[in-house]
């Protein structure tokens, strides 16, 4: 799988852009402050509804506008189709395919996997735990079916919860005869929801991380050369879906008693929001205990282990970025990733400076000349409307 061609609007720092790439390896150079890394960003995005430099998505917006735009070609060996994602600053995202009816985004994310190596995984061992999280929701819309539907409802219920716990912490907005009891009243309804689909969602990223932990210790273990042992371990806020055999009224229980805390802080203290994941190394947090260059050798077999998986569950290569990776390795890390680059279907590589492109056949791409590009305004309209019409503009 590859994609052939990329369009953006609006998207961060680009008003427009439209590039092809080709099977095998790329590489986008040109110096910081161009957008390079933007462009993979927005792959990312598509692949995965979420992207690891952002919690939200607003921020994926150019400033000033009401919506962003990805658009690609995709190919295979037997296929072509044309993703679209729309990005609102207000109200749902949307997508489509192959110029069809309008879509959740969510509907598309998983269809062009692809797996990023960044400066920032070192944080995924020694950040905090949102770090983590991002990465096991982005694994999980990758890997578990109506993962990130889950995600996005757990999310509504969430805020819905919150919203009441800080209203029943403000007494003063009741009406002294009801307001206080719907309020309750809503509390347990809503309360109802964030344990059921809150356990759901705690059940699928056990099996994620499940599936993640061994081949995790054995890519480690190649990339070290030693005997070290890693392992990566799941830490539910939830725990009681793993201990008990009626987890639901155990949870139930447990925010009985939290009740008064989370009224007086106004937000829900226990919960998937708060789940995070432990690395060790020999049995020992990996984030007090590893070296720098431990650390790097953890996040890139994180990665690679999640890359491994794709490849198992979808049967077919993941597109992998390597965004701004080579100057922060050294040298037998970059050759590592390198050989591991050649052997895929097709890598973006982004590059700050020309010395930094790797020794390896390439389609170099100077980010300046296309920045430069993007001031014609005439030639990307007419790119734009081939891409967007997709396959049903080959067809004719």
């Not at 690891?52 to 658009?71: D, K, M, N, Q, V």
């Not at 309008?102 to 020694?126: H, N």
Request: charge should be negative; glycine fraction near 6%.
């Amino acid at each position: 799988m590859h994609i052939s061609r990329l369009a953006l609007d609006h998207y961060r720092s680009w008003e427009r852009c439209v590039l092809d790439f080709e099977p095998g390896v790329n590489i986008l150079q040109g110096a910081n402050g161009l957008g390079k890394t933007n462009i993979v960003e927005a792959v990312e995005v598509l692949s995965t509804g979420s992207s690891h430099r952002t919690s939200s998505s607003l921020p994926l917006i150019e400033r000033g506008c009401a919506s962003a735009t990805i658009r690609a070609n995709v190919e295979d060996d037997r296929n072509r189709h044309s993703y679209e994602v729309t990005i609102a600053a207000r109200g749902a995202n949307r997508a489509r395919i192959d110029g069809g009816n309008s879509l959740y985004m969510r509907d598309v994310i998983g269809k062009i996997p692809s797996v990023s190596f960044t400066p920032e995984d070192q944080r995924l061992v020694l950040g905090d735990p949102a770090t983590r999280r991002n990465f096991i929701n982005q694994a999980g819309a990758l890997l578990i079916p109506h993962y990130m539907e889950r995600l996005q409802q757990f999310t509504h219920v969430a805020k819905q919860r919150t919203a009441l716990l800080k209203q029943l912490g403000d007494r003063g907005d009741f009406d002294p005869q009801y307001g206080r009891q719907a309020a309750l009243s809503g509390l347990e309804i809503w309360t109802g929801q964030f344990i059921d689909i809150g356990m759901a969602l705690t059940r699928d990223r056990a099996t994620l991380i499940e599936r993640l932990s061994e081949p995790f210790s054995r890519v480690y273990a190649s990339l070290a050369g030693t005997d070290q042992q890693v392992l990566l371990r799941y830490e539910p806020s939830f725990d009681e879906v793993m201990l008990y055999d009626d987890p639901a009224a155990e949870i139930s229980r447990h925010f009985q008693r939290i009740y008064p805390g989370e009224v007086a802080r106004g937000q829900n203290l226990i919960g998937p929001h708060r789940d995070d994941l432990t690395l060790t190394l020999h049995s020992m947090p990996a984030r007090e205990f590893a070296s720098n260059g431990e650390m790097w050798t953890m996040a890139l077999a994180l990665k690679m282990a999640l890359y491994e998986t794709v490849c198992v569950d979808q049967q077919t290569k993941p597109i992998v970025i390597l965004d701004d990776v080579f100057a922060q390795l050294d040298e037998s890390r970059r050759e590592q990733i390198l050989d591991f680059a050649r052997r895929q279907d097709q890598v973006l590589i982004t590059v700050a400076a020309a010395s930094d492109i790797p020794a390896t056949q390439a389609h170099v791409i100077d980010v300046a000349a296309l920045r430069d590009h993007a001031d014609d305004d005439d030639a990307l309209g007419a790119l734009m409307a081939t891409l967007a019409a997709g396959r049903k503009a080959e067809e004719r």
